[in-house]
């Protein structure tokens, strides 16, 4: 098909060059400027109406070129209203946006220089002026409103019983949280973070931080139907979390700290039902450049049933207790390795 359309951009060129070559050769045989200048706006606004259908067939065209790359339907509550708005937007926009361009092209036609035209000078109305500031303001309050709206909704307080996972990007991947039976992270100091043993910096003067545990695979794995806290951040430079299945991204930004929630609808299995793709994976994505590995920087999200989810929860464990069984925290190494995470490092890398 696009091979078509080349052919047919090719046409067009050639009837245009042609065109011009005739215009000239009409002028260079003194059948006077004018008769020639008529000429070639007739065939300048024809091509331009040409030009017009040709441009609604390539909207169509890409259209169904697009379609198969979409995201599936919304994983979560929240997720379906942002696709609402989404559509609002593109109707709104999408009738204006053929309006103006039908207008446009129509007036290149319809108001060319011919032997009968006359110019008519048209400087100013305020009734007009009225109309196009008016209606448009009104449509855009509106949708921004809608947006808004949906805004509070992911970033108002979770519900009481959500499940509250901390994420934490570093170059290049995620760390996954969770908070452990006592449901209370523990602290966090940058200058403890220590890549052999203390991936997060956990500050273990916390007893917070002796149940917590740091997804070993990576995964973050959430209860279908229950509530999802996340408590963002960064250990090195920005990056963001972007959950597209759910319709979702927050910057995670080192010395700071955002959070989003969310309810899954849909489980994994049924999604791989639903998009026919055995092999289907939630994805968590770096929707922030954030370095020369920001493309490999992909994490999984697993909806499961709860039962599924206990599961795979009894089998996880105690970052502490895998890093500090034998003794006491190793004070002097954390110490040691604190200038080595820190930002300067990481500025460096691009
Ligand atoms: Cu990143």
Redesign the pocket.
Request: hydrophobic share 25%; net charge neutral.
């Given at each position: 098909m696009s091979g078509f359309i080349t052919v047919l951009l090719v046409i067009l060129v050639f009837v245009i060059i042609y065109q011009i070559g005739k215009a000239s050769e009409y002028a260079s045989a003194m059948r006077g400027q004018e008769v020639v200048k008529y000429k070639t706006n007739r065939v300048i606004g024809w091509l331009l109406v040409a030009f017009f259908f040709l441009g609604l067939y390539g909207i169509w065209k890409c259209d169904q070129y697009f379609k198969p790359m979409m995201l599936p339907v919304a994983s979560c509550e929240n997720g379906i209203k942002w696709d609402s708005m989404f559509n609002t937007t593109l109707v709104v926009t999408g009738i204006v946006f053929f309006a103006t361009q039908a207008i446009l092209f129509w007036f290149a036609f319809r108001y060319q220089t011919t032997e009968k035209s006359k110019s008519f000078y048209f400087a100013h109305s305020n009734k007009l002026e009225l109309i196009w500031t008016t209606i448009p303001a009104i449509a855009m309050a509106i949708l921004v409103a809608i947006g808004l709206r949906n805004w509070a909704a992911v970033t108002s307080p979770a519900p009481g019983d959500a499940t509250v996972v901390e994420v934490v990007?570093k170059q290049?991947n995620w760390l996954i949280r969770y908070p452990g039976k006592d449901n209370e992270l523990g602290k966090r100091d940058f200058r403890k973070i220590n890549d052999a043993n203390n991936v997060l910096g956990l500050d273990w003067s916390d007893p917070h931080n002796n149940d917590d545990i740091i997804s070993q695979k990576g995964e973050l794995h959430v209860v279908v139907g229950k509530p999802v806290k996340l408590i963002i951040g960064s250990r090195d430079v920005i990056?963001d979390v972007g959950l597209p299945h759910f319709r979702l991204k927050m910057d995670a930004v080192p010395g700071i700290t955002t959070t989003m929630w969310f309810k899954p609808t849909i489980t994994t299995d049924s999604m791989k039902r639903i998009t026919g793709n055995p092999n289907f994976v939630y994805e968590i994505s770096?929707d922030?450049m954030?370095g020369k590995g920001?493309y490999s920087?992909r994490g999984t999200i697993i909806v499961e049933t709860q039962a599924e989810y206990d599961k795979w929860m009894s089998e996880q464990k105690s970052y502490y207790a895998e890093n500090n069984a034998p003794a006491t925290p190793a004070a002097p190494a954390a110490g040691a390795e604190a200038p080595k995470a820190d930002s300067p490092k990481a500025v460096t890398m691009k």
């Open positions: 990007g290049f990056h770096c922030q954030c920001h920087m």
